[in-house]
């Protein structure tokens, strides 16, 4: 089996510099020493993105780089396992955004990267990248999944919950996929979706996304989504609550639907599902047109509307997607 590596930046490959950790390391080096001896030693093939970046600057042109490059060798090799590795700011959100656009390749594709750099002593590199290796070959996944600190995630389930610690990453609403050991233990395969054919590639679309907090008004809700852009994911209480007896801040949410922008709630809580209406407090929600992300994390409903959006949907059309599984993303 042949595996091919994307190598896109990230602390993994990073060095230091009179300014801080910049990409910069000898990645192909250390992973010819890393796999000599090993089944992979003569198979892996690593393309490293230009320029290599903090994941802190991926945009959906990063993502869609990304696509392109997994398809173009996945199409000369339709039998190979693919690893991306990349910085672990946004890799929860890059990795949802593969989930979507690659819904037809049927290899397997694992991101993963490090919390500290391929050369310290004690990194966490070695373990990640041979860990999602093993993962990519094992013969057991499909899809997109992110493996990180001994486990295996769905890629569109997985949300950075450490800055610093080697677990690094969590699935909070879906168990994880594998949990490495002596043997690694797997669990039962979950729903993948119905997908998307002919995904065109992701464009840059202006999406906010508006953390809502006590005290907030409706002039300055008003103010953030002045002028209109694409789509809002709001970031509200709970199950989907907002303040709702706070004088005209439910009827900017209305006005935003009306006028033909999609919005989007999501929970600020680590673990949950969005259900508009349980409460008075978003009743008005429920009633406006904005919809649930139900319980997909915030990368993931951030990288599916720019996904949807780069399908050239908007408004009521887009807010529907929200609610079906293209990849695995929510439980419906
Ligand atoms: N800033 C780095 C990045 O996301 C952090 C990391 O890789 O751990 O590229």
Redesign the pocket.
Known sequence: MRVHITYT????G?VDSPRG?VPGADLQGWLASLLKGTPLEHVVTVTPLVPL????NATPLSWQAIVDDLRAHAADNPEAAFVVL??????AYTSAALSYALTDLTVPVVIT???LPLRVLGSDAAANVTGALRAATSGRVDGVSLFFGHRLLAGNRATKSSSWAFTGFESPNTAPLAITGAPWQWAAPTPTGIGWRNAAPYARHDVIVVDLTPGITAARLEALLTPLPDAVILRAFGVGNIPSQEPGLPDIVEQVVTAGTAVIVTSQCHEAEVLLGRYEAGDALARSGAVGSRDMTLEAAYAKVQFLLSQGLRGGELARWMGRSIAGELRE
Request: no cysteine; charged share 10%; net charge negative.
């Open positions: 930046g990230g602390t993994i990073m950790l970046i903090d994941s802190s990349h910085g672990t700011d946004t890799m990267g490090s919390q």
